[in-house]
């Protein structure tokens, strides 16, 4: 299982990005599809999911900024990323599980496969 994230780069405050997930390979009915970011020097924290049934939830602090989609046919997921801070500059990445469809964010360790990460620069 591969998964390849896009879409990161360097965009001013206030500006907006949009991210790209897309998983390959053996696995089937991905059961949530989750956004985290990893700031420099900090813990990787979640930023959003969603489930195979659409169910989303945000961290606080993307809620009403950012939006998380996918495609189930495509097995894509999307993190719209509007009204960006210089806060909000980390590497991002996805990840999937196809054994639990998530209610809340879940830590790191919940997740099975994960992209490779990409950059998100917000200047000031």
């Known amino acids: 299982v591969q998964l390849q994230a896009s879409g990161g780069g360097l965009v001013q405050a206030g500006g907006s990005l949009r991210l790209s997930c897309a998983a390959s390979g053996n696995i089937l009915g991905i059961k949530t599809m989750g956004w985290y970011r990893q700031a420099p020097g900090e813990e990787r924290v979640p930023v959003a999911s969603?489930?195979?049934?659409?169910?989303?939830n945000y961290a606080d602090f993307v809620k009403g900024r950012f939006t998380i989609s996918r495609d189930n046919a495509k097995r894509t997921v999307d993190l719209q990323m509007n009204s960006l801070k210089p806060d909000d500059t980390a590497v991002y990445y996805c990840?999937?599980?196809?054994?639990?469809?998530?209610?809340?964010?879940?830590?790191?360790?919940?997740?099975?496969?994960w992209g490779q990460g990409t950059q998100v620069t917000v200047s000031s």
């Open positions: 990840a999937v599980t196809p054994r639990v469809a998530y209610s809340a964010l879940a830590a790191p360790s919940s997740y099975d496969y």
């Open positions: 969603i489930t195979l049934e659409h169910s989303t």
